[in-house]
């Protein structure tokens, strides 16, 4: 399996808490990606990096950030965590080359649940 | 508007080929078709990928049309470890905030 962490894998929260999910990476694959799924919605994409400190937006961004300080550590935050941010947030790695394709290795995940 | 669809679900016996088709009318030019297995309280796992014609590997095969707007993975001779959500992504050009995974297919395999 890729090395690929996820912390915490596990958490309960409250309304209009700021959260911040880790995701750290053994590869140095050049692409991170955080994805959100939900019943009935699949996996979305939130956010994603192309190398440190580049990063840009999915398809559901509102309401979270992201950072990217190190090629092996990617942060996901919500900075006012709302009920419908409650979810199982997956962290992703890739290492894209000559446009071959977009072969993902995925993390365990994290349960967030906002009260 | 670039859309991934597949069906919810699927029901299968042990044995029997299963074929899982997905749409994808938007796909771009260079880009692939990926699919992914997911089991519960896991990550999606990757199985396959594609561009063209078709893929085969020790556990699936992938047939895509030339036209290039579907793609059906087939899984040989199911069994009841191959019950899980099958995905797949799509990119649709541009950047890789253009990728959408399908909504899922839940397949059963029953003995």
């Known amino acids: 399996d890729a090395g690929i962490t996820q912390s915490p894998r596990h958490k309960v929260t409250e309304t209009g808490t700021p959260v911040t999910l880790r995701c750290h990476q053994t590869e140095n694959h050049r692409y991170m990606y955080w994805y959100r799924q939900d019943p009935g919605h699949g996996l979305r994409l939130i956010h994603y990096s192309y190398g440190v400190k580049d990063t840009d937006k999915g398809e559901v961004s509102d309401g979270y950030s992201v950072s990217r300080s190190k090629t092996e550590d990617f942060l996901l935050t919500l900075e006012s965590a709302t009920s419908s941010q409650t979810s199982v947030y997956f962290c992703?790695?890739?290492?894209?080359?000559?446009?071959?394709?977009?072969?993902?290795?995925f993390g365990p995940g994290t349960r967030l649940t906002v009260t | 508007l670039a859309k991934t669809t597949q069906p919810i679900s699927m029901d299968s016996y042990e044995g029997q080929e299963v074929n899982i088709t997905c749409s994808h009318n938007?796909?771009?030019?260079?880009?692939?078709i990926t699919w992914y297995q997911q089991f519960p309280s896991q990550g999606p796992r990757f199985i396959i990928q594609?561009?063209?014609t078709k893929v085969t590997n020790e556990v699936a095969s992938l047939f895509i049309p030339a036209d290039r707007k579907s793609s059906t993975l087939s899984l040989p001779r199911v069994s009841l470890s191959d019950t899980a959500v099958y995905y797949c992504?799509?990119?649709?050009?541009?950047?890789?905030?253009?990728?959408?995974f399908g909504k899922g297919t839940k397949l059963s395999v029953k003995p």
């Open positions: 992504l799509v990119g649709y050009g541009g950047s890789q905030g253009n990728l959408i």
């Open positions: 594609g561009y063209k």
């Open positions: 992703a790695i890739s290492d894209i080359r000559d446009r071959v394709g977009y072969e993902q290795y």
């Open positions: 938007n796909i771009a030019t260079n880009d692939y």
